[in-house]
C-alpha cells in the first residue's frame, strides 16, 4: 500500500491568515490552483477554496477588498503525516468531505498537500495491483494442486474397481468415501483455476465435434460413486448420434457443475439429465426432486460465493464457486442457464447454447 508521500504535491503554495483575500485570489489564479494552505509559522491552521470564496463572500456581503484570508478559510484543518497510508488519507477525505489535505511533518510543519484525485488514483493502482498477486498465488496453488489431486483420486478409484485385490464390504465403504470427498476437492480445485482463468481474461474458445452420448457416457462414470443413497441418476439423450459443434471441455465442466449441484441438494428421489437440440441451439435440463430454492434467492444463486444457506451450521457442504463458474463459462460460449424452482418439491436448470449439428467428421470423445 503506497503512502501520501508517494502521491503528494510537495510545492505548495501557503499564506497567512492576515493575508489580503484579493492579493490570495490572484495567486490562485496566477499559479491555476484551486486552493492555498493558509499557516501559522510552519503549522498549517486552514484551506482557503474556491468553495470558500464562493459561499462565504456571498454571505457576508460587502467589499471583497476589507476581507482578509482568516475570514473565509476553513477551519481548522485536518492534516495527514507523508507515513500515512493513502487508503487511510482517503478515509479521512471522504468522513470529512474534503477535497485534499494539508500533508506535515512529525514536527506539524507543512511539506506539502495531497488532493483526493492524487489519492483515489494510487488506493486503484494498488487494488489493481493486489488483485494480479492474488490471482498469481491463486493460479499457482491451485495448478500446484490439481496434478496430486487428480493422482489420489486416480488410485482411489483403482482401489474401487478392485484393480489391486477384491475389497470387503467394510472397505468398499471407506474407499466409496474416500472417493466422493476427493472427488468434491477436485471439483473445487477445477473450479477456482477456471474462476482465475476468467478473471484474467486467458479463456479462449475450442470448438470441436463433441458425441453428445459419449460425454454422458464419461460423466455418469464420473458420477458413479457419487450419487446419494436414495438417489438414482438418469441421463437421456434426444440428439442422436449426430456430433454438435462447440467447445467439449467448456461444455462438460458447466453441465458437470449443474449435475454435482442438483446431487448435492437431493437427499431422495431422481436427478434427471436430459439432452436435446433445435434451431441451432443444445439445451441440458438438469431436474431434480431436491429441497428447492426459495424465490427470494433464485437471482443470486450465479453469484461469487452466493449460497441460500451461509450460516456457519449450514447442512450442505460448498463454497459458492460452482454455479458462478457455470455461468461465466456459458457467457464465453454465448449461451445462458436459467433456473426453476419450487421449495419442498425441486429445480429445474436449463443450460441454452449455440451449437450447430455437424454434418461428417470424427466427433469428439472423452
Known sequence: MQTVATVMTPEVSSVDRDFPLLKAIAIMAKRAISCVVVREGPRPIGILTERDLVRKLFAAGGDPAMFRVGDVMTTPPQTVTEETTTLEALQLLRTRAFRRLPVVDPSGALVGIVTQTDLLHAVI??????????????????????????????????????????????????????????????????????????????????????????????????????????????????????????????????????????????????????????????????????????????????????????????RFAGVGLGLHVVKRLLDVLGGRIAVDSTLGVGSTFRITIPAPRVMGGPPTRP
Open 125 to 314: 493502482a494498488d487494488l489493481e495491483e493486489a488483485s494480479r498477486l492474488k490471482s498469481e498465488i491463486l493460479s499457482t496453488v491451485s495448478h500446484e494442486l490439481r496434478t496430486p489431486i487428480a493422482l489420489i483420486a486416480g488410485y482411489v478409484d483403482l482401489l474401487s474397481e478392485g484393480t489391486f485385490e477384491p475389497l470387503q464390504p467394510r472397505q468398499q465403504e471407506v474407499v466409496a468415501r474416500v472417493q466422493r470427498t476427493s472427488s468434491q476437492l477436485v471439483d473445487l480445485v477445477n473450479a477456482a483455476f477456471e474462476l482465475i482463468q476468467l478473471e484474467a481474461g486467458r479463456v479462449s474458445v475450442a470448438c470441436n465435434p463433441i458425441d453428445v452420448e459419449a460425454l454422458f457416457e464419461q460423466l455418469g462414470r464420473e458420477f458413479r460413486a457419487l450419487v446419494p443413497e436414495g438417489v438414482s441418476l438418469h441421463w437421456r439423450n434426444e440428439l442422436g448420434t449426430q456430433p454438435i459443434l462447440g467447445d467439449h471441455a467448456k461444455l462438460k465442466a458447466s453441465l458437470k457443475n449443474v449435475v454435482d449441484n442438483a446431487l448435492k441438494f437431493t437427499t431422495a428421489g431422481r436427478v434427471e439429465v436430459m439432452a436435446a437440440w433445435a434451431d441451432g441451439l443444445l439445451t441440458f435440463v438438469v431436474q431434480d426432486t431436491g429441497i428447492g430454492i426459495p424465490a427470494a434467492d433464485l437471482s443470486h444463486i450465479f453469484e461469487l460465493f452466493r449460497q441460500v444457506d451461509a450460516s456457519d451450521t449450514r
